[in-house]
């Protein structure tokens, strides 16, 4: 059994881990940490889960995490971080969900998260844990970055055109929606049913956190950094999931776009490519790992549109987690997360 310790378990990710690891037949959940909710049972906060975890929040101990065959971060930007180099030296092996690890660049961390990064040995080490661009990387990861919800969208949507150099790098644009749920559990105004119900708007346009992950990302698959990234996030009403519109220039005259794509994802058993013609929801892939992808190429048109759907925070966060955690063990990819998703 897989020995797994959470840290920072009372945020969306932090439920949505529990609720598959508890499930999960191959992890044994060692320790999940709180400061907050130290010496509470996880069942009285979370009641979903009474009858499947057991455990008590407890305080942050790094002795205690050591224990650990891996131990996943849900906490805040710039903390996992700073425990990382005691947790691999110890052997323990780390999935990052917050941002400490994605960003290769220490220049480029500090310009967008504003502090100074913590470890940066580790940060030259750590692998971006995107498994449909990186899965044999992964394997071997002892500090994996788990990448963001939005960013999971947009790549899945771009690679297999990017990859082949089949459009223009100039002019990319990711026009996304979310729900409210990506902003996290903390009491935010902004998030609230009052201010968020029957409305719709974009946020973070001059510039998002997401933005330099995603170009990183689509210049790794390009192999080349200079890219024209045009990256619009969107605040929608609902709990759970993202949409991503993805509009690209044909380079060449692509015949069959839609063979393209099913070819890339032929084998990836989270990737859905639908019929050609379809208009994927986010409803499709409530609760589930999965991201749904069709393909459109305009009358008289050389762009291309895909839309990309995914849970944010199943694919878009703790069940590419999980996945991560699969593909690090030896474990068949799909175990624990064979989810179908919710309807309605």
């Not at 449909?132 to 960013?151: M, T």
């Not at 001059?206 to 200079?226: D, F, K, L, N, Y």
């Not at 393909?295 to 878009?316: A, Q, T, W, Y």
Request: proline share 6%.
């Amino acid at each position: 059994m897989i020995k797994a310790g959470i840290v920072g378990g009372t945020g969306y990710t932090g439920v949505e881990l529990l609720r598959l690891l508890a499930k999960h037949p191959d992890v044994e959940l060692q320790v999940i940490t709180s400061r907050s909710e130290a010496g509470k049972p996880v069942a009285e906060l979370f009641p979903n889960l009474r009858g499947h975890v057991g455990i008590e929040f407890s305080e942050p101990d790094i002795e205690q995490l050591k224990s650990c065959d891996v131990v996943f971060s849900a906490t805040p930007n710039g903390v996992a971080m700073t425990m990382a180099r005691e947790l691999v030296s110890a052997g323990v092996r780390i999935i990052d969900l917050a941002a400490d690890f994605r960003l290769s660049d220490p220049a480029v961390w500090e310009k967008w998260y504003g502090v100074p990064h913590a470890c940066e040995d580790l940060l030259a080490e750590s692998i971006y844990g995107l498994p449909e661009v990186n899965r044999e990387a992964i394997r071997e990861a002892r500090v994996l970055a788990n990448p963001g919800c939005y960013p999971t969208a947009v790549q899945l949507g771009f690679l297999p055109l990017v990859e082949k150099g089949l459009v223009e790098l100039n002019g990319l644009i990711a026009d996304c929606k979310s729900g409210v749920s990506g902003a996290g559990r903390g009491a935010n105004v902004g998030t609230l049913q009052a201010e968020s119900a029957e409305s719709f708007k974009a946020y973070a346009v001059p510039g998002h956190r997401h933005w330099p992950e995603i170009h990183q990302g689509v210049g790794r698959m390009a192999h080349q950094s200079e890219i024209g990234l045009t990256f619009v996030p969107h605040l929608v009403p609902m709990i759970r999931g993202i949409h991503a519109t993805l509009y690209m220039q044909l380079s060449e005259n692509v015949a069959d776009l839609q063979s393209v794509y099913e070819e890339k994802y032929l084998n990836e058993p989270f990737v859905d490519v639908l019929p050609a013609g379809s208009h994927p929801e986010t409803r499709t892939v409530r609760g589930s790992n999965v991201c749904r992808i069709a393909i459109h190429k305009p009358e008289d048109s050389d762009h291309v549109v895909v839309l990309s759907v995914i849970d944010n925070l199943v694919k878009g966060a703790s069940g590419q987690a999980v996945q991560n955690m699969n593909i690090m063990f030896g474990l068949d990819e799909t175990t624990g997360l064979d989810l179908v998703a919710l309807m309605p």
